[in-house]
């Protein structure tokens, strides 16, 4: 619990100094989580015996991360993201001159990686940019950090204080209805406090936010867990002292941050 606590904290600041300290320090930063974490999940995949195009993955994974974040620097055209198409598609080639008695097992989960892992960090990542096009605004990034670890933390407490009807024991036996419910909450009362500090937005823009997170942020979690039950591993990686892996850590993020980001973009503009 020490170690956990420990590396809880540091980590910690090291992410909302990411967001505090400008665009760039927080677009190096996830540039770097987004790497790391599509590694971790290649790294994971692997050990099932599968063997998706790793170095392919990452070079790709992060032109199409740079690529994103270059839209709100550069001021290119959207049309230029098409560049990416040939270097995705490259596993396909790749994969003719494996001997691998499973090929398009290997193309398939490289592709996955970018779909559960890079593009997520790019929406979240984008939302620091979603006021202002070519501006970069703290609030939304930050805001959605605090209502995720509100919901995990309310999650917890009330789960071992009141939890007792399972909410999806397949995937996650310690999860519970009370748990879910108390997190939910937990992220809806940060969301009213951010309104006072955060005015652009009306309260309940804010609050319909923590209500996605809440939900989607605990289906990420619940996918996560699927993912290592189906390899029958306990934890993504080692990364983080304490607490297992990146994916461990961001699991909630990769399925709410698309999901939010439309939301915004939809009731915003």
């Keep these: ?15 909302l100094g990411s967001i505090l300290l400008g665009s760039y320090a927080f677009t190096a930063f996830y540039l770097i989580l987004s790497v790391l974490s599509l590694f971790e999940f290649y790294k994971l995949i692997k ?21 994103a974040a270059g839209l709100h620097y550069l001021k290119y055209d959207v049309k230029y993201l098409l560049l990416c198409i040939p270097l995705i598609f490259s596993v396909f080639i790749t994969e003719l001159y494996k001997k691998n008695k499973i090929p398009f097992a290997n193309i398939s989960y490289t592709f996955v990686g970018f779909v559960y892992v890079t593009i997520p960090f790019c929406f979240f990542h984008a939302l620091g940019f979603l006021k202002n096009w070519n501006e970069y605004n703290f609030h939304l990034p930050l805001a959605f950090l605090l209502m995720l670890w509100a919901n995990d933390t309310g ?62 942020g605990t ?21 983080l002292p304490g607490h297992g892996g ?24």
């Design 47 to 67: 050990n099932s015996g599968i063997r998706p195009h790793r170095n392919i993955g990452l070079v790709a994974g992060s032109l199409i991360f740079l690529m």
């Design 155 to 216: 999650a917890y407490l009330f789960g071992v204080k009141y939890g007792k009807r399972k909410l999806f024991e397949r995937h996650s036996p310690k999860k519970s209805w009370e748990g879910f419910f108390g997190g939910m909450f937990t992220s809806v009362l940060v969301a009213f406090g951010l309104s006072f500090w955060f005015t652009e937005s009306p309260a309940w823009v804010w609050a319909g936010m923590a209500l996605l997170i809440a939900n989607f």
């Design 219 to 239: 289906l990420g979690d619940l996918v996560e867990s699927m993912l290592k039950r189906s390899l029958d591993t306990k934890d993504s990686g080692g990364l």
């Design 1 to 15: 619990m020490k170690t956990r606590a420990i590396t809880a904290f540091f980590f910690t600041i090291v992410m």
């Design 246 to 269: 990146l994916l461990d850590r961001f699991d909630g993020l990769l399925l709410a941050a698309p999901v939010v980001y439309a939301y915004l973009y939809l009731i915003l503009y």
